[in-house]
């Protein structure tokens, strides 16, 4: 089975450029999240779709970071304009439909480094 | 946030058992006991879930205290390519959707 696909998996960019992020869930899962990764901050959850709908992005740091889920085999997280605080490792996760306890599945993540 | 309580780092033999220790004293009845795994450079692995029973699958067992307020990840024989960092979350239960990551344990492998 082909699991949560991410895209580009390494990203380099200068400051000030925008970057999305692109993300496929695994087929027939209804929620999906975004979660960043940091040495300093761990891994922290940005935003949370279910049924293609934001539920919670309370962990968005600031308006220069959006998300979309136009339909259910796809999102993106946009940065605009991207600062260097912004290099991190981003994951896309999904959720199965009716499954037991909310167990996710991640992606292999998608590696930003802005300069 | 979920909190939970692991050892920075544990260290292993290869081929021999691994328990891997998680505190959790504020869990609730509906939050389940999540164990994901990260190697380096991936992102993280599921591993194992529970509730309040014992669970054993392909890759480990948890075993869950009584008062559920701890559990313990068993690897029964670790191999070079269990070092990764050990993650316990509990949620996830009912409406509880958020899974929140703490730093996890370190696990050095040993040849």
């Known amino acids: 089975d082909a699991g949560v696909i991410q895209s580009p998996r390494h990203e380099v960019t200068e400051m000030g450029q925008e970057v999305t992020l692109r993300c496929k869930p695994i087929s027939g899962h209804n929620s999906l999240f975004w979660y960043r990764q940091t040495m300093m901050r761990g891994l922290e959850l940005l935003i949370y779709?279910?049924?293609?709908?934001?539920?919670?992005d309370s962990g968005m740091p600031e308006d220069r970071f959006s998300a979309k889920m136009p339909n259910a085999s796809f999102s993106t997280l946009k940065i605009q304009p991207s600062e260097p605080r912004d290099s991190a490792v981003y994951f896309c996760a999904s959720r199965p439909t009716g499954g037991t306890g909310n167990t996710i599945y991640f992606g292999e993540g998608s590696w930003l480094t802005v300069v | 946030d979920a909190k939970t309580t692991q050892p920075n780092s544990m260290e292993s033999n290869e081929e021999e058992p691994v328990h891997l220790p998680c505190n959790h004293s504020t869990i609730s009845g509906t939050d389940y006991i999540h164990w994901y795994r990260q190697l380096p450079s991936q992102g993280p692995e599921y591993v194992i879930h529970g509730l309040t029973s014992n669970v054993n699958n392909r890759m480990a067992s948890l075993a869950i205290a009584e008062d559920r307020k701890s559990s313990t990840l068993i690897l029964h024989r670790a191999t070079l390519r269990d070092a990764a960092v050990y993650y316990c979350i509990f949620g996830g239960g009912g409406s509880n959707y958020k899974l929140t990551f703490g730093k996890g344990t370190l696990l050095t492998v040993n040849p």
């Open positions: 779709f279910n049924n293609n709908v934001p539920i919670d």
